[in-house]
């Protein structure tokens, strides 16, 4: 067994090594990219920070706030209009971005768990709905 860096085993052991850390990449992207379970937590509880994606996506599927005055920045990753409102709020509350913008609005919740999705017609039903629970 020689250790030149020309011999075909040494070579054969670098590719699987490439091989292994390409699959564990395309594995992590993966996870990330389907809009998994991951619950998104904001720094002092007072803010939900949403993002929303062409794919018909937000960042999360999950969000966290502490009851009362809270506030929410929207953000959109794409071109595609979108909104954010929740369900049974309707009226309170209903955010719209499109073409890379913001928009940021509050409303006063008490603890208890809530539904956060986009009325654009179909965009629900492909995904653009997460849980936000207020605590
Ligand atoms: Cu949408």
Redesign the pocket.
């Known amino acids: 067994m020689t250790c030149k860096a020309d011999d075909p085993g040494d070579l054969l052991m670098r590719l699987r090594g490439t091989l292994g850390v390409m699959i564990i990449a395309a594995a992590i992207m993966a996870a990330c990219g389907g809009g998994g379970g991951d619950t998104e937590s904001p720094g002092d509880g007072h803010t939900v920070h949403v993002q929303?994606f062409d794919r018909?996506d937000y960042n999360a599927d999950g969000f966290s706030a502490v009851a009362g005055e809270i506030t929410f920045r929207f953000s959109q990753v794409g071109i595609?209009?979108?909104?954010l409102t929740v369900e049974g709020r309707e009226d309170q509350m209903r955010l719209v971005v499109k073409n890379g913008g913001t928009d940021s609005g509050k409303l006063t919740l008490e603890p208890g768990r809530y539904i956060l999705y986009?009325?654009?017609a179909g965009?629900?039903t492909?995904g653009?709905v997460a849980r936000l629970t207020v605590n």
């Not at 595609?80 to 909104?83: G, I, L, R, S, Y």
């Open positions: 929303a018909q595609q209009e979108h909104t986009c009325d654009i965009h629900r492909s653009m």
